[in-house]
């Protein structure tokens, strides 16, 4: 179906949540993000950071830690709620919040109850008015009272993290979790109203098969996913060190990433999904990720692919990044540290990135691509890239027409390589990024 064409994945590229990247984020001055709150208008969204799991997964890359002891747990959360109460008193009065995700680590490593307090919290200091709220989950630790504070809240959208069902695959990942532990979850999170359910799957993992991989989209498709995000692991141990634990000699080799998500788009699209940009697919029947990229309506933040038109993402947490059209804002990482932070009343926030026009202009030329597969190009940026499109548009992948960049279909899974020609930074941090398949 695709072309390989293996000297044109050979560089590796951003996902391109955002832009700039994170890889060009530096200290921010004082008072930067407070005055971004300050005078923020439009929508808003929220993202809740919570960065504790029960158990550790060696490939993962989040910021995410053992909950450990439960006094360091409730530390980080006391800490949470006085920054919800810092910068939910700056926001300017009136400005609408429609989202709120909760995303980590996962957040039902912490008690149900805490997780009500926390939605509480946001409501009163937020003013919140039924907001769509959007949940990770861990299968592993997911209980039926997790699925009755679901319900409660009024949770629509949930992800879990499946990963793969090949068990010997989860073995060497680090994550154990038997199908019956993904079909309960299923069943409980249905019985508690969530309508749009996502699995998160992955392929490129050591030892893993096509074989492998088609058996668990076989069983993804019959739990009924509404949603399935296909990513490619990024095996970076240089960064994250928890990946020491996998053995590179039995991961995939290039040829063979390629052929899995090959594999996994030309499955999904003949079985009912609609794609959504090249990793991602939904239900074309009532998912409004799957309306959105019928309809050219698709955007891209830190969460990937969403149907959120909101200019403005408001993140909260240790890690978290807050996005605005002309600014990035990541609060402190280390979790400790964080806390001193935020539990002091001041802003978290203290790295980040100014986006200057020609960024915006760039970002959007970059989230066009990856969203809908076109996009205008200023004439100067036109000039600036010709060479390095050359060979994608002599090899049938892209096009240049009356100032209009189109990724033709056998191009789709070089969409991230492409999009990355108009990233004048990227050259500078390669090594921070995985592989564009």
């Known amino acids: 179906m695709w ?214 989209l076989q069983r993804t498709r019959v739990l009924g996913a509404d949603r399935i995000a296909l990513f490619g692991y990024a095996h970076v141990p240089h960064i994250v060190p928890r990946q020491k634990a996998i053995e590179a000699a039995g991961l995939p080799d290039q040829a063979e990433r390629f052929a899995m998500a090959q594999l996994g788009y030309g499955y999904l699209v003949t079985h009912g999904y609609t794609p959504v940009g090249f990793d991602h697919f939904a239900k074309p029947g009532g998912d409004p990720l799957a309306h959105a990229a019928l309809s050219g309506r698709l955007h891209r933040n830190f969460q990937g692919f969403t149907d959120d038109a909101a200019p403005n993402l408001i993140g909260l947490g240790a890690s978290a990044i807050s996005s605005f059209p002309h600014l990035l804002a990541q609060n402190e990482k280390n979790s400790g540290r964080y806390r001193m932070i935020a539990e002091a009343g001041k802003l978290a926030a203290n790295r980040g990135v100014h986006r200057s026009p020609a960024d915006q202009l760039r970002g959007g030329i970059i989230e066009a691509l990856l969203c809908s597969g076109n996009a205008p190009v200023p004439a100067a940026l036109e000039q600036e890239t010709r060479e390095a499109l050359r060979p994608f548009i002599e090899r049938g992948l892209a096009s240049m027409q009356d100032g209009h960049l189109t990724i033709d279909a056998d191009g789709l899974p070089y969409a991230r390589t492409i999009a990355a020609l108009f990233d004048p930074y990227r050259q500078h941090a390669q090594r921070r990024f995985s592989s564009a398949v």
């Open 3 to 216: 072309p390989y064409h293996a000297d044109l994945l050979a560089v590796p590229v951003p996902r391109y949540t955002s832009f700039p990247t994170a890889a060009e984020f530096g200290d921010l001055e004082a008072g930067d993000y407070g005055t971004a709150l300050q005078s923020v208008s439009g929508d808003i969204s929220l993202y809740v950071h919570l960065p504790f799991c029960d158990k550790i997964c060696f490939y993962c890359g989040c910021n995410t830690a053992a909950v450990g002891k439960r006094q360091r747990l409730q530390s980080y959360l006391d800490a949470l709620h006085r920054e919800i109460e810092t910068v939910s008193r700056l926001l300017p009065s009136g400005v609408k919040i429609g989202r709120v995700a909760f995303g980590g680590g996962s957040p039902n490593a912490i008690d149900p109850t805490d997780f009500v307090r926390l939605v509480d919290a946001l409501t009163i200091s937020f003013g919140l008015t039924s907001p769509i709220y959007s949940i990770e989950l861990d299968p592993r630790t997911m209980t039926e009272e997790w699925a009755s504070v679901i319900e409660a809240v009024g949770i629509e959208r949930a992800s879990l993290g499946v990963q793969t069902f090949a068990a010997h695959c989860q073995k060497r990942i680090g994550r154990v979790q038997p199908e019956q532990l993904i079909l309960q979850t299923t069943d409980w999170l249905r019985e508690a109203g969530v309508g749009s359910l996502n699995f998160d799957l992955m392929y490129g993992l050591p030892g893993q098969t096509c074989g492998d991989l088609l058996d668990s």
